[in-house]
């Protein structure tokens, strides 16, 4: 059984205050304040690192009811700096469900609020942009302190994050997708080596290139063309990510670098917006982002229509796009930039998430692109 005691502030940059409960640690946490649509995955949404300093609010009212388990953390901690939500249910309940919600954001010392009213803070999102805010818990809270912070975070534009969230040495990947009778396998017998640069990476992508017969070695952020090409592999991926992409300038330059040596190229994300930087396009900032699991995009060669995860604060400008550069999808609800391929070499790359986790699979089919892409290289 839950009990809340402590009280929480969320104070946002316009000046605006949200008292309610805390339901997290005790402390002060400052980021940039978005909404997520999505209905389910709050634990896959904390923990992905592409949610680094920003605080995450949940619009769905009812986040915790199933309570949290490790097999679904996409990565190895919690990422986003603070999680506002409506209601923290009494109970949790699933029997995949090792801990509650309370408690992992507790063992994960993440500051977090409920009981405010999440319907206003989204409309004031939707109508002002994304703001800087900051979450105060504890048993006396002050708000003037909060509102230093909050002057003190000069907000994601310009921010490299990959270098900060990626990891320190490169590794071995073999883990299969989850299987409802065996849990995780290893994959076995994986013909091609895909080389990933971790922006960021959440698992559920490097698990379904295992899936896709993948050997997959993860390697950091900085890692220069030459050390991956050394690697010998059949493809690169560019990873999902936090933070402003055009600040990422190593990666842009071992991007272009990989291009010219016509090695397949697949982006997720914040890999989407470096391969279109590395290929001469632009980046901007958006005015609240995508965040959630159900925003529609269209693909352009076929007319088809997918639901897709989604969660980016910045987009690739379509009007930016060189010659050699086609746009290949597009989002429903604001005519966004969601896909890019490459006319000169086999490169191509997706804003939102074929991987949910959480989310609609509906995309998934684009990791199967990528192995054709790389099996038709090696006919060459
Ligand atoms: N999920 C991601 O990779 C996000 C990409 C980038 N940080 C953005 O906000 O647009």
């Known amino acids: 059984m839950t009990c809340l005691t402590k009280s929480a502030v969320l104070v946002l940059e316009d000046g605006t205050v949200f008292n309610g409960v805390a339901i997290g640690a005790e402390g002060y946490s400052v980021g940039e304040v978005v909404f997520n649509t999505a209905m389910t995955g709050y634990q896959e949404i904390l923990s992905d690192p592409s949610y680094a300093q920003q605080i995450v609010t949940l619009t769905y009212p009812h986040i915790g009811n199933v309570g949290t388990t490790s097999e679904d953390d996409e990565s190895a901690k919690v990422f986003a700096s603070g999680l506002v939500i409506r209601d923290l249910p009494l109970l949790a309940s699933s029997w995949r469900s090792q801990k509650t919600l309370q408690q992992y954001l507790l063992d994960s010392q993440v500051v977090a609020i409920a009981e405010i009213d999440t319907r206003k803070l989204t409309r004031l999102l939707r109508d002002k942009g994304a703001q800087r805010g900051c979450i105060a818990a504890g048993e006396t809270v002050d708000i003037e302190k909060a509102k230093k912070m909050i002057e003190g975070f000069p907000g994601l534009k310009g921010m490299d994050l990959a270098k900060a969230v990626t990891t320190d040495k490169p590794y071995e990947w073999t883990e299969n997708v989850w299987d409802l009778q065996l849990g995780y396998t290893q994959g076995e017998c994986l013909p091609k080596h895909v080389v990933a640069y971790d922006f960021g990476i959440k698992r559920n992508i490097l698990r379904l290139l295992v899936n896709r017969g993948c050997r997959v070695t993860v ?12 690697m010998n592999p059949d493809g690169v991926f560019l990873s ?141």
């Open 240 to 380: 999902n990510g936090p933070g402003d992409p055009e600040p990422c300038t190593y990666a842009i330059e071992a991007i272009k670098a990989i291009l010219t040596t016509k090695i397949p190229v697949f982006g997720i994300c914040l890999g989407h917006q470096l391969l279109a930087l590395a290929s001469g396009a632009q980046t901007e900032k958006m005015k609240f982002g995508h965040h959630g699991a159900n925003h529609p995009v269209q693909h352009k060669a076929t007319g088809r229509v997918l639901i897709s995860s989604q969660n980016h604060g910045f987009a690739v400008n379509a009007a930016s796009l060189p010659a050699n550069v086609e746009a290949t999808y597009h989002s429903l609800f604001d005519g966004s930039l969601q896909g890019i391929k490459r006319t000169d070499c086999p490169a191509m790359s997706f804003q939102g998430h074929p991987e949910a986790s959480p989310g609609p699979h509906d995309v998934e089919g684009i990791f199967d692109e990528f192995i054709d892409m790389m099996k038709q290289a090696s006919t060459h």
């Open 219 to 230: 390697v950091p952020a900085t890692t220069k063309a030459e050390a991956v090409l050394a």
